[in-house]
């Protein structure tokens, strides 16, 4: 893979990111202050700083390690967004409610970072146009395949992070024996199953009876024994697992906004066998 090939992967990776904050995690936030009749309540205001604040965190880090990496001093702004976001999380019986105006502010923010990101970046490939990409041999694009920890779903992480370094150690044929394990763990944190067996059996149930994943095409692949290329872990190349890593990092984190109550989730073990 060219120097300029692994450059374009950092930036997917960070457009990817930036789509989900921008877009997905935003608009599960207006979904949220929807069904609260436009007012932000603890379990709310819980939620902006746990989840929705807590990822921004991540990707700002991540964007700022890059940023680090490749020498380019820039300030990307995400105080607008901290500031906005904590209006909202304490916006609460007022009348006329103002959080309508505040929402708005948040994701012209939002828009405002993912503009900025994209300027330094546009900056650093016209450097490494300049440079010949000499710059690159030094970066190593999978370190930022997978994101950091974070406090919720630890062990999923933790396999995620173990996939992380096969791909480092070039090891393809392992890193899906650390995926898998991986979107078990996170669906059994979500729900609080104390098991799942069989998987394939699982998802099935799952798409039948309305449990909420965020996807179950692409988890029959990883768990049908029919997908043998896939089931028997065979992932040769870089831009295989990296897309393997990126699909159950964003998994797990679209896990993380579905909201379904305890009663749903307990109809569901009476309805399927394969939960417990």
């Known amino acids: 893979m060219s120097d300029k090939q692994r450059f374009q992967e950092i930036l997917t990776e960070i457009r990817h990111d930036l789509q989900y904050l921008t877009f997905d995690l935003f ?10 009749n436009y007012q932000s309540d603890s379990e709310t205001k819980d939620w902006i ?8 965190y991540e990707v700002d880090t991540k964007i700022n390690m890059i940023l680090r990496d490749f020498k380019m001093k820039a300030d990307v702004p995400l105080i607008p967004i901290k500031h906005y976001s904590e209006q909202v999380a304490y916006e609460q019986n007022r009348f006329p409610p103002n959080i309508e105006g505040i929402l708005e502010k948040l994701y ?13 970046m546009s900056s650093i490939r016209k450097t490494m146009y300049q440079t010949e990409w000499d710059q690159m041999k030094n970066i190593k694009s999978e370190k930022y395949i997978a994101p950091m920890v974070r406090k919720r779903y630890i062990e999923a992480r933790d396999e995620l ?13 392992e890193v899906l024996n650390h995926l898998r394990p991986a979107i078990d763990l996170a669906i059994k944190e979500k729900f609080g ?10 998802i099935q149930d799952a798409e039948k009876y309305d449990l909420p994943l965020p996807s179950y095409a692409m988890l ?4 049908d024994e029919g997908s043998q290329r896939i089931h028997e872990g065979k992932l040769h190349t870089p831009w295989e697992c990296e897309k393997a890593l990126n699909f159950v990092a964003e998994f797990i984190d679209r896990l993380d906004l579905i909201d379904m109550s305890a009663e749903d989730i307990e109809e569901f073990k009476r309805k399927s066998k394969a939960a417990d």
């Open 161 to 173: 992070e173990k996939a992380k370094q096969s791909v480092k150690d070039k090891k393809w044929d």
């Open 220 to 223: 029959y692949d990883y768990f």
């Open 49 to 56: 700083f746990d989840t929705f604040l807590d990822k921004w």
């Open 108 to 120: 012209d923010a939002g828009k405002n970072y993912e503009k900025e990101v994209e300027s330094v």
């Open 193 to 202: 199953f104390k098991k799942i067996q069989p998987m394939k059996q699982f």
């Open 27 to 36: 608009f599960t936030l207006i979904k949220k202050i929807k069904a609260k």
